[in-house]
């Protein structure tokens, strides 16, 4: 089976350059993967390498350069005109650990960094899409609707919620967000992220459990309105995630901030058991007490309202979990591939 994120879209290619911070990353790899399949290689990956296998990302992928973040952002402090300009800019690197406690870090990599390549980019007239989350909702009851423009009243339940909020409320006071585009992922899950550790989907680390113990673990609800397993979020593949995103990118009217999920809320409890399914063995579901200091900053539910996107355009239909679930089980946590590297059938 090929990848499904080499289906057709609207996207029309840039015709010059393309810059994609983060890049080898989980979203941003499989955007460059995407844009690939569109055509698109004239392309400049920037991330943070380290010691982790995120490399082996890049391995199918075809661009014209990849380097360090920090040269990068060295670069163009000092001669902006460095690399020349590039019709668009999307900013995905960014620390995404939601347990990550060091806030001096969190806010420099992920509200500095953004201020200075935001400034950047619209100088040199490049279209300018970034990451921002969902987490910047905190715990949802103050709503998740990418229209409310009282964006400052949003209370994030961590410090990267908080420092992707930050850029958020200082592109809207400057008047940003009129003129580029803020993209609040939910629940993204799919091929490519293997190297993210804790911060994997439970999708890609409850296949590793299923594989080593026969069973999953899933946390106790501590509300009782939810039972156990009956907390829900807002799951969204991968492939209408980056799908999601061209639009965006390629749509100039298109600006402001945009939630960008499956536009359905699903529980662990169906997650878990459309693991199963693929497998094709019965469930085995083990409920654990979930740590104390996760317990205050956890989510119940979240659903991203995605009629804003449709607003734009954006017509088609998400894949359901089942199917999502089906295609990366089968087609990669089976094999470990990464996208690029599917078989041909």
Request: aromatic share 14%.
């Amino acid at each position: 089976m090929m990848s499904s994120l080499s289906q057709k879209s609207d996207f029309n290619p840039f015709c010059g350059k393309i810059l994609v911070t983060g890049g080898a990353g989980f979203i941003g790899s499989a955007l460059v993967y995407a844009l690939n399949q569109r055509g698109c290689e004239n392309i400049l990956i920037t991330d943070f390498f380290g010691r982790d296998d995120k490399w082996k990302n890049l391995r199918a992928l075809r661009f014209d350069d990849c380097l360090s973040a920090d040269r990068f952002f060295s670069d163009i402090e000092k001669k902006p005109d460095f690399y020349g300009d590039f019709d668009a800019v999307f900013h995905l690197g960014a620390c995404s650990s939601t347990t990550e406690t060091d806030v001096a870090y969190l806010l420099d990599n992920n509200y500095k960094c953004t201020r200075r390549i935001s400034e950047w980019a619209l100088s040199r007239g490049s279209r300018f899409v970034y990451a921002s989350s969902a987490a910047t909702y905190g715990d949802g009851s103050k709503g998740l609707d990418d229209k409310n423009e009282e964006i400052s009243i949003y209370r994030p339940l961590n410090p990267y919620g908080y420092s992707k909020q930050l850029f958020d409320v200082y592109a809207q006071k400057k008047g940003l967000l009129a003129k580029i585009v803020g993209i609040k992922y939910f629940n993204v899950f799919g091929p490519n992220e293997y190297h993210k550790g804790d911060m994997r989907s439970l999708v890609c680390k409850a296949y590793e459990q299923i594989i080593n113990t026969g069973m999953i673990q899933l946390f106790k609800s501590y509300r009782s309105e939810y039972r156990d397993g009956e907390q829900k979020r807002d799951f969204v593949y991968i492939r209408d995630a980056i799908d999601m995103t061209l639009h965006l990118a390629s749509s100039p009217t298109a600006n402001g901030l945009f939630n960008v999920g499956g536009g359905i809320a699903r529980s662990w409890l169906d997650l878990a058991k459309a693991i199963f399914s693929a497998l094709e063995m019965p469930p085995n579901i083990q409920f654990i007490e979930m740590p104390e200091a996760l317990r205050a900053q956890y989510q119940y539910y979240t659903l991203a309202d995605i009629s804003k996107i449709r607003l734009t355009g954006y017509a088609r239909t998400t894949t359901s979990l089942e199917d999502a679930i089906r295609e990366y089980v089968r087609v990669y946590l089976s094999s470990g591939i990464r996208l690029g590297e599917e078989p041909h059938v």
